[in-house]
């Protein structure tokens, strides 16, 4: 698993390629930024993963960002860096874990014994062994609504979306950014000054996330920005703010074409290093001294897997043909579990009740978010 190192500015990534063909331009550049504490006071924050999915389309980069966070939920917030307004919804976690099962390098030793090895008095690996072994590859527009003076972004829009509330920031000066956050419950970072002036000299859009009152850290969910371009950008810059010192940052590309970094180098683990025995428990370590090597300097991508998407992503599930959201709008209780089953979100006869472990005659549901949405948009009665 790559990382980026919170004392540089970037370090090592894995770049997850699940199409192959040519190559098309591919920049380090976004970043998160965390913490919520009214006022400009600073914080450690462990921002402890993250994972990221382009898909690549024609004249439009759609990306799905997954961040895992361990802390006060009433202490996050996100700051992302983007080329171009961005249309904004919720991401599939379920997506990302299908992405990284299929994607994640793994190791594993196959014992063959060759030779005469005593009859039926073997022990252990016998008299000769050899280790086949096998594995990864190894490679692998909005209205605007200004502040109250010139240095003040303009909001092009604030909405909520999911546990998230959103506002898109364009223009501004680093202190009128700064006065937004800090009248809005952002807490600033000494090191954000100058970060965010390079991506404003850049032309960049910025767009801050926190959660809403009371969401509680499991309700943290991807976030998906479609926006009109052509190139990806893996956020680095504001992310290493409040990195923990070996952060794991992967990040997965569908299109029509193999992604290939061009502004970092791009480096290859030597196979014969990997703990094989150990079943890869050295994988980290090697690719951090290969990403800190003469050369790369602590800036480089190791590519995980690249091939067709289909040999390794069951998509079963991720998305329904029969799923509706506007049949629910007018639900009633005498009509819900009649529209769950008609979109197979429902599946009636023999379940087994999650809360008792029970099983019976009963509906129970074909996806694991329902229970979830059912409890925040159609709870039931007290008592039942």
């Given at each position: 698993m790559p990382w980026l190192r919170s004392s540089s500015i970037a370090a090592a990534f894995a770049l997850c390629s699940l199409v192959a063909a040519a190559p098309r331009p591919a920049s380090a550049c976004g970043g998160t930024f965390c913490d919520v504490t009214p006022g400009p006071v600073t914080m450690s924050v462990d921002q402890s993963g993250e994972s990221i999915l382009f898909v690549m389309g024609d004249g439009f980069v759609e990306t799905h960002v997954q961040i895992e966070y361990r802390g006060d939920p009433a202490k996050f917030a996100w700051i992302v860096p983007i080329m171009a307004e961005p249309e904004v919804s919720v991401g599939s976690q379920e997506l990302f874990n299908r992405l990284l099962a299929g994607?994640?390098?793994?190791?594993?030793v196959s014992t063959a014994f060759e030779g005469d090895c005593?009859?039926?008095?073997?022990?252990?690996?016998?008299?000769?062994?050899?280790?086949?072994?096998a594995g990864g590859d190894g490679y692998y527009e909005g209205e605007e609504t200004g502040g109250p003076n010139d240095d003040e972004p303009a909001v092009l829009a604030q909405d909520v979306v999911g546990a998230f509330e959103y506002s898109v920031l364009q223009g501004g000066t680093v202190d009128g950014i700064g006065e937004w956050l800090d009248d809005n419950g952002y807490a600033r970072d000494e090191e954000a000054p100058k970060i965010l002036q390079a991506y404003l000299d850049e032309g960049f859009l910025f767009v801050a996330f926190k959660l809403v009152p009371g969401a509680g850290i499991d309700q943290i969910h991807p976030i998906t920005l479609r926006y009109a371009g052509t190139e990806p950008c893996i956020p680095l810059r504001l992310t290493r703010v409040a990195a923990i010192e070996d952060m794991k940052v992967r990040a997965f590309f569908l299109g029509e074409s193999r992604v290939v970094p061009t502004n970092y180098r791009h480096v290859e683990l030597n196979p014969l290093r990997i703990a094989w025995a150990g079943l890869g428990a050295n994988y980290d370590e090697l690719v951090s001294e290969a990403v800190d090597q003469e050369g790369a300097n602590g800036r480089a991508f190791v590519t995980e897997f690249a091939d067709y998407w289909g040999a390794v992503l069951n998509v079963q599930g991720l998305r329904?043909?029969?799923?509706?959201?506007?049949a629910f709008l007018d639900t009633t209780s005498q009509t819900l579990s009649n529209r769950l089953q008609a979109q197979r979100l429902i599946t009636c006869g023999l379940v087994t009740d999650p809360a008792t472990g029970s099983t019976g005659?009963?509906?129970?549901?074909?996806?694991?978010?329902?229970?979830p949405l059912l409890r925040t948009y159609f709870p039931p009665p007290a008592g039942v």
């Open positions: 994607t994640v390098p793994t190791f594993t005593g009859g039926d008095e073997r022990q252990g690996l016998g008299c000769s062994s050899v280790d086949a072994l329904g043909r029969n799923w509706d959201s506007q005659e009963g509906c129970g549901p074909s996806h694991a978010l329902l229970y």
